[in-house]
């Protein structure tokens, strides 16, 4: 922690400087108040210590302009013209402490440590205060990248060259593939993981609010505007800034960061203050910035400075042979949140899952362990009860998987789903253990048929009985009476049962 001493008389300077130092705390000094703006702006101290009587500019003065740039930095007085007038002043106009002169060295370090800590608070609580607001909630633990294929192995790989450095990050991949976990990891395992960690969305927010919760803004800079707000750049100083979805940020903004991450300094709204900062950037896109520099959207120069350590997250579907361990995984993170035993999903349900395209990633496949995990019955979880799910995933539009279902078998010491290409050989099956052991053909067939195969071999399975079906199904009476109407041949099958 730095603290700031301002004293006209040098020798008082260096002796306060040297006593903080014998402290253990990092020491600036300065010999006026313009001076002691500039270092406040360059190098955001903890605390500041300053002597009240001084020429140009008082003590007072430098306090009052000390609160219009940062109204949470402590100030300590000192003075030898102590009165009661003057104290009470002092404190009215925001000062933490007042100490008069001649003090012992143990009465400075107390109110300076005092004050230290304070602003330790402060900034602790406007970070917790962002992150609420942000709805982003941070785990106590590290996170982690689970997954053992070859893909996932090189990325953790090149995570780990990555962290120790302090250059910018852009993370790129499909949406729920888990761009924020690898942004998590990077800072979690850098030099800068005893600080904060701030996210925020740059699309969901409007132009100027977006400007504001990035640089801050002054007290009045706009409507609405009644206090002044630190910006993550202030809050996150000395820690890691993710910006999400980096590609939704307006063209006027993106001159503003551009400054940020060549200049480190910046300047809240309303504000001609230039505060400086030292914060990592961590930014994350799901969509092809290069197209969008050519576009014309996105600025080049801002797309260099942000390309510095590229990373790519791959899909799901092109390292499924994580599916199975994730699914695991994500089982037990459900069981151990509800407090319950974890489930386990029987090998046909793996393979199913494992076969299926995941246009949602990692998101998705989290969504559904955990629908099954709280609604599928019985302590396994069968491939009938999450077919339907799979399906309703799937965006309407799309009529069959964009690549064939072909899940033969899955070895959970193995992890392995064999598939064959599209040829005019037999397509091979995903056989369910449904009753009547229909098998299903899994290749160039839609998710539609599959599902009405699985809920014709759940009612033969319970004769009929639609609210056996449903709860084995995981779904509701309702929902399955509105299929069976859909499919009239499933109506005339149901009616014969």
Aim: with cysteine; glycine share 6%; charged share 25%.
């Amino acid at each position: 922690m730095r603290v700031l001493v301002v004293d006209d008389k040098e020798l008082m300077r260096d002796s306060v400087t040297a006593t903080l130092t014998r402290a253990g705390l990092q020491a600036a000094a300065a010999a006026d108040g313009p001076t002691a703006l500039r270092l406040i702006a360059d190098q955001r101290p903890a605390a500041v210590i300053t002597d009240l009587q001084m020429p140009g500019m008082t003590g007072l003065e430098l306090l009052a302009e000390i609160k219009r740039i940062d109204e949470q930095l402590p100030v300590v007085l000192m003075t030898a013209y102590a009165t009661v007038q003057t104290a009470v002043a002092a404190m009215k106009s925001g000062a933490f402490d007042y100490i008069m002169k001649p003090f012992e060295g143990d009465q400075l370090i107390a109110a300076i440590n005092r004050a230290v800590e304070h602003a330790r608070l402060l900034r602790e609580n406007a970070v917790l205060r962002t992150r609420i607001e942000s709805a982003r909630p941070r785990g106590s633990g590290k996170p982690s990248l689970v997954g053992p294929s070859a893909v996932m192995q090189s990325l953790r790989e090149q995570i780990g060259r990555i962290a120790p450095s302090q250059g910018t990050v852009l993370i790129s991949g499909e949406s729920g593939v888990g761009k924020e976990v690898v942004a998590q990891l990077i800072h979690a395992t850098s030099a800068r993981s005893g600080a904060a960690m701030l996210t925020l969305n740059c699309a969901a927010l409007s132009h100027s609010l977006l400007e504001s919760e990035l640089f801050g803004h002054e007290k009045g800079a706009f409507t609405g505007a009644d206090r002044l707000r630190k910006g993550r750049f202030e809050l996150a100083d000395g820690g890691t800034l993710l910006l999400d979805e980096i590609s939704e940020i307006p063209p006027q903004v993106q001159a503003k960061l551009l400054r940020v991450l060549q200049e480190r300094a910046f300047e809240r709204v309303g504000s001609s203050v230039t505060q400086r900062t030292d914060v990592r950037v961590i930014a994350t896109t799901n969509r092809n910035l290069d197209e969008a520099v050519r576009r014309g959207a996105f600025r080049q120069d801002l797309f260099f400075r942000l390309n510095v350590l590229p990373i790519h997250v791959p899909p799901l579907r092109d390292r499924r042979e994580d599916v199975p361990v994730l699914a695991e995984y994500f089982l037990g993170l459900v069981a151990s949140r509800e407090g319950r035993p974890p489930r386990r999903f029987d090998q046909q349900a793996v393979a199913l899952l494992t076969a299926y395209e995941w246009p949602g990633n990692v998101r998705e496949l989290f969504n559904i362990c955990e629908r099954a995990s709280i609604l599928a019955p019985g302590s396994t979880i069968s491939a009938a009860a999450i077919a339907p799910w799979l399906h309703a995933a799937m965006p309407p539009s799309i009529e069959s998987p964009p690549r064939a279902l072909a899940a033969l078998s899955y070895d959970k010491e193995s992890p392995h789903v064999s598939s064959a290409p599209c040829s005019d050989a037999p397509a091979p099956q995903v056989v369910l253990p449904l009753g009547e052991q229909i098998a299903i053909r899994a290749v160039d067939r839609p998710l539609e048929d599959i599902e009405r195969d699985v809920i014709v071999a759940t009612l033969h399975r319970h004769k009929g009985h639609r609210q056996r079906t449903a709860a084995e199904l995981g779904i509701g009476v309702r929902t399955l009476g509105l299929k069976l109407r859909k499919w009239k041949d499933l109506s005339l099958v149901a009616a014969d049962l």
